[in-house]
């Protein structure tokens, strides 16, 4: 910490899936063929709709009221392996995340409904660890996940950073949800390669999404732009 501070933020919050690596293709993959195997079918693209941003046992919970039937005790702990086991071999970083790293004047961290392990891998594998670390922050370390803002408020309680100047970088409407309830600045992320932006960015808008953006290079335009 301890970055420049004099504009109207301090502190950059982002999402990790979709937001700093361009994961949501590859875990939705895995997991469809998951659940397939366990007798409930479910799209790729149903699980991108409709999940994202949704922490996998928030995930499941809802699969498994819909479809009447309880998967097997292992399941999450499997699939968070196969998941990982698959970003060893695809998972890259969004284009622009790394210069924009660099780049940033303030203080930065992540806040993702991943569970730690596939935070610190997925950044481990992206080549982005270092930039961030040590400030991780998972949906597990509070009781509610998004669209609560549990999770964004602890972020910048542990990083000494009023809510008011928090920005938040998000790609899910239960993401912009959390953020804005927290009180913060909130712009939504369309370049993950899941996204159809056209659509995807009226969608964040209507979620509360104060500004929406699809390469992550004009992130630091818009943040001097604020303000």
Same mark, same amino acid.
Request: with cysteine; aromatic share 4%.
């Given at each position: 910490?301890?970055?420049?501070?004099?504009?109207?933020?301090?502190?950059?919050?982002?999402?990790?899936?979709?937001?700093?690596?361009?994961?949501?293709? +590859?875990?939705?993959? +895995?997991?469809?063929?998951?659940?397939?195997?366990?007798?409930?079918?479910?799209?790729?693209?149903?699980?991108?709709?409709?999940?994202?941003?949704?922490?996998?046992?928030?995930?499941?919970?809802?699969?498994?009221?819909?479809?009447?039937?309880?998967?097997?005790?292992?399941?999450?702990?499997?699939?968070?392996?196969?998941?990982?086991?698959?970003?060893?071999?695809?998972?890259?970083?969004?284009?622009?995340?790394?210069?924009?790293?660099?780049?940033?004047?303030?203080?930065?961290?992540?806040?993702?409904?991943?569970?730690?392990?596939?935070?610190?891998?997925?950044?481990?594998?992206?080549?982005?660890?270092?930039?961030?670390?040590?400030?991780?922050?998972?949906?597990?370390?509070?009781?509610?996940?998004?669209?609560?803002?549990?999770?964004?408020?602890?972020?910048?309680?542990?990083?000494?950073?009023?809510?008011?100047?928090?920005? +938040?970088?998000?790609?899910?409407?239960?993401?912009?949800?959390?953020?804005?309830?927290?009180?913060?600045?909130?712009?939504?992320?369309?370049?993950?390669?899941? +996204?159809?932006?056209?659509?995807?960015?009226?969608?964040?808008?209507?979620?509360?999404?104060?500004?929406?953006?699809?390469?992550?290079?004009?992130?630091?335009?818009?943040?001097?732009?604020?303000?």
């Amino acid at each position: 910490m301890g970055r420049k501070a004099d504009g109207p933020f301090a502190l950059v919050i982002f999402d990790l899936d979709g937001v700093l690596v361009d994961s949501e293709p +590859v875990s939705s993959r +895995v997991t469809a063929a998951a659940l397939a195997e366990a007798g409930i079918e479910v799209s790729e693209a149903e699980i991108c709709e409709r999940f994202l941003g949704i922490s996998t046992a928030s995930m499941l919970e809802t699969i498994e009221a819909e479809h009447g039937r309880r998967l097997p005790a292992s399941f999450q702990t499997t699939l968070r392996a196969r998941i990982l086991a698959a970003f060893e071999r695809a998972l890259e970083p969004v284009a622009g995340v790394p210069a924009v790293l660099d780049a940033l004047p303030v203080d930065r961290c992540v806040a993702s409904s991943s569970h730690p392990e596939r935070i610190r891998r997925s950044l481990e594998l992206t080549g982005l660890l270092d930039r961030l670390a040590p400030h991780l922050f998972s949906a597990s370390m509070v009781s509610e996940g998004k669209p609560a803002p549990d999770l964004f408020l602890l972020a910048a309680a542990r990083m000494a950073v009023e809510p008011s100047r928090c920005l +938040v970088v998000e790609d899910s409407a239960a993401g912009i949800r959390a953020g804005k309830a927290a009180a913060m600045t909130v712009f939504g992320f369309t370049g993950g390669s899941h +996204v159809r932006s056209e659509t995807h960015g009226p969608r964040l808008l209507a979620a509360g999404a104060d500004a929406v953006f699809a390469q992550m290079v004009a992130l630091l335009g818009l943040i001097g732009a604020v303000g």
